[in-house]
T-cell receptor, first 113, second 114 residues
Framework: AQTVTQSQPEMSVQEAETVTLSCTYDTSESNYYLFWYKQPPSRQMILVIR??????QNATENRFSVNFQKAAKSFSLKISDSQLGDTAMYFC??????????FGPGTRLSVLP | NAGVTQTPKFQVLKTGQSMTLQCAQD?????MSWYRQDPGMGLRLIHY???????DQGEVPNGYNVSRSTTEDFPLRLLSAAPSQTSVYFC?????????????FGPGTRLTVT
C-alpha cells in the first residue's frame, strides 16, 4: 500500500519569507499524481498544486512551486513571499491512476507578522 | 454551482445513537468519497463510490454504511455511534477514477460522540 509521510508536524515563517514543506511517499508504481492541499482555519480543503509523475518539469502556481524528485520519492512545496493568509494545515496527497487518494498527516504552517 | 454540500456542519451524539451525514454534489461527478480527519493522521478514506449503485470500502469502514442511489447524493450512516467516531468528516467528489482531475471537498461536519 502507498504511504505518504510529512515529517514536519508544525512550521512557522515570517511574512514575506520563503518556506519549504517536505513530503515523501512510498510506491513501486511509475504512473501517479501528487497534490498539495491547503486547509485554512475555515476547514475548507483547497487544492494548491498538482504534479503528474510523468512530467519532469516542476509544477508552479504563482507563489507556490514544487520540487519533485521522482527517484527519491520526494515532493516538497515551496511557498515564496509568505502571506498571513497562507497560515493553514497543508496536506500532501498521492493518487495512482484510477485509484483513491492517500493523504499525509499534514503540516501546520503559521505565518508570523 | 453549489459544488459539494454537507449537512449538518456540527453534531453531538450520545454513544449508541445513529445518524446520517448528508452529502450532495451538483457537478455530475461519478466519483464520491467520505473521509474522516483526525489530528496527526491526515484524511482517511471511509467509503467511496464510482457511480450510482456502486460503493466500496476504504481504509476505515467499520461502523459506517453508505449507499448511492443517485449520482448527486452520497449519505454516510453511523449505525451506533462510539466515542472513537468523534472526528471531522469530509465528503468529496471528482469527475471519475480515470482522471487526475481535482477532487472537490465539502465544508466538513464536526461530529462529537459523548
Amino acid at each position: 500500500a502507498q504511504t505518504v509521510t510529512q515529517s514536519q508536524p508544525e512550521m512557522s515563517v515570517q511574512e514575506a519569507e520563503t518556506v519549504t514543506l517536505s513530503c515523501t511517499y512510498d510506491t513501486s508504481e511509475s504512473n501517479y499524481y501528487l497534490f498539495w492541499y491547503k486547509q485554512p482555519p475555515s476547514r475548507q480543503m483547497i487544492l494548491v498544486i498538482r504534479q503528474e509523475a510523468y512530467k519532469q518539469q516542476n509544477a508552479t502556481e504563482n507563489r507556490f512551486s514544487v520540487n519533485f524528485q521522482k527517484a527519491a520519492k520526494s515532493f516538497s512545496l515551496k511557498i515564496s513571499d509568505s502571506q498571513l493568509g497562507d497560515t493553514a494545515m497543508y496536506f500532501c496527497a498521492f493518487m495512482m491512476y484510477g485509484q483513491n487518494f492517500v493523504f499525509g498527516p499534514g503540516t501546520r504552517l503559521s505565518v508570523l507578522p | 454551482n453549489a459544488g459539494v454540500t454537507q449537512t449538518p456542519k456540527f453534531q453531538v451524539l450520545k454513544t449508541g445513537q445513529s445518524m446520517t451525514l448528508q452529502c450532495a454534489q451538483d457537478m455530475n461527478h461519478e466519483y464520491m468519497s467520505w473521509y474522516r480527519q483526525d489530528p496527526g493522521m491526515g484524511l482517511r478514506l471511509i467509503h467511496y463510490s464510482v457511480g450510482a449503485g456502486i460503493t466500496d470500502q476504504g481504509e476505515v469502514p467499520n461502523g459506517y454504511n453508505v449507499s448511492r442511489s443517485t449520482t448527486e447524493d452520497f449519505p454516510l450512516r453511523l449505525l451506533s455511534a462510539a466515542p472513537s467516531q468523534t472526528s471531522v468528516y469530509f465528503c468529496a467528489s471528482r469527475v471519475g477514477t480515470d482522471s487526475s482531475y481535482e477532487q472537490y471537498f465539502g465544508p466538513g461536519t464536526r461530529l462529537t460522540v459523548t
